[in-house]
């Protein structure tokens, strides 16, 4: 079995709680609420800012350059494309995207998750185990949105449905790739790297569910303290 395959047969228990949490599920019925909207969206800016500069960190370590390219055209991708699936988020919610993302959230979920694909680039001298922690983000993402599209309680009407739509066919390509590197890079690891290099791609999966979650809670830090309470 391809080790790409693997990394997604142990990790659809994740994917499967993240689409039964509430963030996805009230995306589905159409009313999820517009304040964990914005603040999903002003989380993911920050984390997409990053995620960009993390793939630039990734292609010193790329031996071929069919492989730099891809990674220099996903930075585009994150610069331009991405922003159409925020652009139907802030149709829903009604407001400018650009102004929404004015304020900034940085939130101890996604400061973890950040800190976990950074740590992977600098410590990890093969680029598998940067791969792995960032590879199920967009895998997330499209299992989701394709599982979204064929579920009957998909509210059709709502213009939400529209980011699954977005994010059915828009991870295909990045997924692909994602999975041929990861079976390349790990062809001579041994036994317990690819072990860890598997625990990294999880946990990664794992953030992903912390990751919607904080937005539906609108998480924040919890410094204590009679002035911060």
């Not at 990053?50 to 960190?57: C, Q, S």
């Not at 922003?83 to 802030?90: Q, S």
């Not at 959230?105 to 976990?116: A, L, N």
């Not at 600098?122 to 599209?149: D, G, R, S």
């Amino acid at each position: 079995m391809l080790f790409s395959k693997e990394l997604k047969i142990d990790a659809k228990p994740i994917i499967d709680d993240i689409y039964n949490d509430p963030f996805i599920q009230e995306m589905l019925q159409g009313h999820l609420s517009k304040d964990a909207t914005k603040f999903y969206l002003r989380a993911d800016a920050s984390y997409l800012k990053e995620f960009a500069n993390i793939y630039a960190l990734l292609i010193p370590k790329m031996e071929q350059m069919e492989d730099v390219k891809f990674l220099v055209e996903q930075i585009q991708f994150i610069v331009d494309g991405e922003v159409a699936a925020h652009e139907i988020l802030a149709e829903y919610v009604n407001e400018p995207y650009n102004e929404i993302v004015q304020e900034k959230v940085w939130p101890p979920s996604g400061d973890h998750y950040i800190k976990h694909m950074y740590f992977n680039a600098f410590a990890k001298e093969n680029a598998a185990y940067t791969i792995a922690a960032m590879a199920p983000c967009p895998y997330v993402y499209q299992v989701i949105a394709q599982q979204a599209l064929q579920d009957h309680t998909l509210n059709t009407n709502s213009i939400l449905a529209k980011w699954f739509e977005f994010y059915s066919t828009e991870m295909d390509e990045l997924v692909h790739i994602f999975d041929n590197l990861m079976d390349k890079l790990t062809q001579n690891c041994t036994k317990q790297e690819k072990a860890d290099i598997k625990n990294c791609f999880l946990q990664s999966t794992v953030h992903e569910r912390k990751f919607f979650n904080m937005s539906f809670t609108e998480e924040e830090w919890p410094y204590g303290g009679v002035n911060n309470e």
